[in-house]
């Protein structure tokens, strides 16, 4: 006979990990100060952005927010503090509010 299984209650029978999709983007940008004026705009801008919605960022890390799924990290340039690299990632079913997000860091640099 045959019968439908919900996937995590087969991957727990079989002893498999669960896979995830993951979405990842790097943007770069120019704003003054610190790692941590920056981790400051971003969740100044991500109130505004998410209002409305359950989710907010939280710091989870010396250079890391949090919401769901979504995970930005930012690194700066030793020699140019001002420059950084701010990676969004997110997996596939937190895709409208990973899309967000990204949008919300790429108009940091405008």
Do not use: C
Not at 19 to 42: A, E, K
Request: zero cysteines.
């Amino acid at each position: 006979s045959l019968t439908l299984e919900h996937p995590e209650t087969v991957n727990n029978q079989l002893g498999l990990g669960l896979h995830t999709v993951r979405f990842t983007s790097t943007v770069s940008v120019s704003y003054p100060g610190d790692i941590n004026s920056t981790i400051q705009r971003l969740v100044e801008l991500s109130k505004v952005r998410l209002r409305g919605t359950n989710f907010n960022l939280q710091k989870t890390g010396e250079s890391e927010l949090r919401t769901e799924s979504v995970i930005i990290q930012i690194e700066s340039n030793e020699d140019e503090d001002e420059n950084k690299d701010i990676r969004v990632s997110w997996a596939y079913s937190d895709d409208a509010l990973g899309s967000n997000i990204l949008q919300m860091v790429q108009s940091l640099s405008s």
